[in-house]
């Protein structure tokens, strides 16, 4: 078993180690999963919410602790923003994340931004006495070591805007699910983005008829799709075997116009021994384009059975000619008992649709999602006239309503709080159930006024990254066979 205490590490958590490189001799090891950020404080947003009436009624969060899950906090402007008092938690250079961030330097290059200081801001105007809390967490092994810090200290709500890949089929299950639930166990709600994949993904059932070894897209046997510039996440390509890994082996084939091949994954899926652990349903296809480039997916069969295999392609940072929105709500947006936020413009947020690129339900699991939208196109200090985007905005704006909420009435629970926020979600234009795959229960905002009495949540809260080079890690047997 791999020793989460290796003495190469390069970070550790409970249950894994991540090393440069593969490990020497006959040790098992796996990828390690690294998200991608969802992102794309005026008084525009706090009018547009409500937030300017509570907060003329004394509810500003406080006593509310709130924790921002991200991975840029290092770019030019930093943790510079005026973000009030705070508290830094580095997960990656100590397992206890009690080290500040301050003092660090971003080690890679997806870390250089201020995506995270971004959604702080945010935060910081709709709740601005929230005890705010920011944590660095850049893959899957310090999301562990974040999480059973959350659990810890406490903390009554966590946003992050972030959407891990190729973990499970997006239906909230695998190691992001399992993390998911050891919050939801201790009472933590996780607001979470849906992801902004809509427009950039594709899903349906294996199909081949004409036989030649190659999946049909839509009567063509490949797909077409945009490689953005210098955009090395390229394809990710998932099949629904997560739980009888070996039994389909399939391969990516990228081709430009004249058939030429540019890139290819063909990484083998084999499960024959309970040990062969590095097994996954998944391919990633990448190629480096120096412009943006138009090029041909196909998914090819090596050996295995098709009949009704769904096949699911996301293409973070590219796009897809003809894509399906339905279901390319992300990880750990799928998972039922966190809440799910969808976007929808901050410019008249009450009669807009969701943002084309917000991603939508439903999901592959038992979960309606997302659970609400929240407003994007903000106005914050580190992102200047560009305006904050994306559910990555949206995000910690509902995150902030839920603890504006606990603070008028202590005796809510997180998950309570979210009930509340649902039961007030704006519904012009849209489908009163709370399963409308666009935005769940509709656009969040606060009542102008309100009592206890008449708006206790009378509806049922419906709770229904790219690949970080050359950065291995293993994980402990026990926790993987209790997650598939």
């Given at each position: 078993?791999?020793?989460?205490?290796?003495?190469?590490?390069l970070?550790?958590?409970?249950?894994?180690?991540?090393?440069?490189?593969?490990?020497?001799?006959?040790?098992?090891w796996?990828?390690?999963?690294?998200?991608?950020?969802?992102?794309?404080?005026?008084?525009a947003?706090?009018?547009?919410?409500?937030a300017?009436?509570?907060?003329?009624?004394?509810h500003?969060?406080?006593?509310?602790k709130?924790?921002?899950?991200?991975?840029?906090w290092?770019?030019?402007e930093?943790?510079?923003?005026?973000?009030?008092?705070?508290?830094?938690?580095?997960?990656?250079?100590q397992?206890?994340?009690?080290r500040?961030?301050?003092?660090l330097?971003?080690?890679f290059?997806?870390?250089?931004?201020?995506?995270?200081?971004g959604?702080?801001?945010?935060?910081?105007?709709?709740?601005?006495?929230?005890?705010?809390?920011l944590?660095?967490?850049?893959?899957?092994?310090t999301?562990?070591?974040a999480?059973?810090w959350?659990?810890?200290?406490?903390?009554?709500?966590?946003?992050?805007?972030?959407?891990?890949?190729?973990?499970?089929?997006?239906?909230?299950?695998?190691?992001i699910?399992?993390?998911?639930?050891?919050?939801a166990d201790?009472?933590?709600?996780?607001v979470?983005?849906a992801g902004?994949?809509?427009?950039?993904?594709w899903?349906?059932?294996?199909?081949?008829?004409?036989?030649?070894?190659?999946?049909?897209?839509?009567?063509?046997?490949?797909?077409?799709?945009?490689?953005?510039?210098?955009?090395?996440?390229?394809?990710?390509?998932n099949?629904?075997?997560?739980?009888?890994?070996?039994?389909?082996?399939?391969?990516?084939?990228v081709?430009d116009?004249?058939?030429?091949?540019?890139?290819?994954?063909d990484?083998?899926?084999?499960?024959?021994?309970e040990?062969?652990e590095?097994?996954?349903?998944?391919?990633?296809?990448?190629?480096?384009?120096?412009?943006?480039?138009?090029?041909?997916l196909?998914?090819?069969?090596?050996?295995?059975?098709?009949?009704?295999?769904?096949?699911?392609?996301?293409?973070?940072?590219?796009?897809?000619?003809?894509?399906?929105?339905?279901?390319?709500?992300?990880?750990?947006g799928s998972?039922?008992r966190?809440?799910?936020?969808?976007?929808?413009?901050?410019?008249?947020?009450?009669?807009?649709?969701?943002?084309?690129?917000s991603?939508q339900?439903?999901?592959a699991?038992?979960?309606?999602?997302?659970?609400?939208?929240?407003?994007d196109?903000?106005?914050?200090?580190?992102?200047?006239?560009?305006?904050?985007?994306?559910?990555s905005?949206?995000?910690?704006?509902?995150?902030?309503?839920?603890?504006?909420?606990?603070?008028?009435?202590?005796?809510?629970?997180s998950?309570?709080?979210?009930?509340?926020?649902?039961g007030?979600?704006?519904?012009?234009?849209?489908?009163?159930?709370?399963?409308?795959?666009?935005?769940g229960w509709?656009?969040a905002?606060?009542?102008?006024?309100w009592?206890h009495?008449?708006?206790?949540?009378?509806?049922?809260?419906?709770?229904?990254?790219?690949?970080?080079?050359?950065?291995?890690?293993?994980?402990?047997?026990?926790?993987?066979?209790?997650?598939?």
């Amino acid at each position: 078993m791999f020793d989460p205490d290796h003495p190469e590490a390069l970070v550790s958590s409970e249950v894994a180690s991540v090393l440069q490189g593969p490990p020497d001799g006959n040790v098992l090891w796996e990828w390690e999963a690294i998200p991608h950020t969802d992102g794309w404080v005026d008084t525009a947003l706090l009018q547009t919410v409500n937030a300017d009436r509570w907060h003329q009624q004394g509810h500003t969060g406080a006593g509310i602790k709130v924790a921002v899950f991200d991975l840029q906090w290092f770019g030019a402007e930093g943790l510079t923003a005026d973000l009030g008092e705070v508290f830094t938690h580095d997960c990656w250079v100590q397992r206890s994340c009690e080290r500040p961030m301050e003092p660090l330097r971003p080690r890679f290059s997806f870390e250089e931004g201020v995506h995270g200081v971004g959604c702080a801001e945010v935060i910081r105007a709709l709740a601005p006495d929230v005890e705010l809390h920011l944590v660095r967490v850049n893959g899957q092994t310090t999301l562990e070591n974040a999480v059973a810090w959350a659990i810890r200290e406490e903390i009554d709500i966590i946003s992050m805007s972030l959407s891990f890949f190729q973990r499970s089929f997006y239906d909230g299950t695998g190691p992001i699910g399992a993390l998911m639930d050891d919050l939801a166990d201790a009472d933590v709600l996780m607001v979470t983005s849906a992801g902004n994949y809509a427009s950039a993904h594709w899903r349906g059932v294996y199909q081949d008829a004409d036989q030649d070894g190659r999946m049909d897209f839509g009567g063509s046997n490949r797909l077409r799709v945009l490689f953005r510039e210098d955009n090395t996440r390229g394809a990710y390509v998932n099949w629904d075997q997560f739980r009888s890994c070996g039994l389909t082996d399939l391969a990516v084939v990228v081709r430009d116009d004249e058939g030429n091949i540019l890139g290819r994954s063909d990484a083998p899926q084999v499960f024959e021994r309970e040990e062969d652990e590095n097994c996954e349903p998944s391919e990633r296809a990448r190629i480096v384009a120096s412009e943006d480039t138009w090029a041909w997916l196909e998914v090819v069969r090596n050996h295995g059975p098709t009949a009704g295999l769904q096949v699911d392609v996301m293409f973070p940072g590219g796009r897809v000619e003809n894509p399906v929105a339905a279901g390319s709500v992300t990880d750990p947006g799928s998972h039922p008992r966190v809440f799910t936020v969808g976007a929808v413009e901050l410019d008249g947020y009450l009669n807009n649709d969701v943002e084309g690129f917000s991603s939508q339900g439903p999901v592959a699991g038992t979960a309606h999602k997302p659970d609400i939208a929240g407003p994007d196109g903000l106005s914050v200090d580190v992102y200047g006239g560009r305006g904050f985007y994306g559910t990555s905005a949206a995000t910690p704006a509902v995150a902030a309503m839920i603890a504006l909420i606990m603070s008028e009435d202590p005796s809510l629970s997180s998950q309570q709080a979210a009930a509340r926020l649902q039961g007030w979600a704006w519904q012009h234009g849209g489908r009163t159930d709370g399963r409308d795959p666009r935005w769940g229960w509709g656009r969040a905002r606060l009542p102008e006024r309100w009592t206890h009495q008449d708006s206790c949540g009378r509806r049922p809260l419906l709770m229904s990254l790219f690949l970080l080079p050359l950065l291995w890690c293993r994980r402990r047997a026990g926790r993987e066979t209790k997650e598939w």
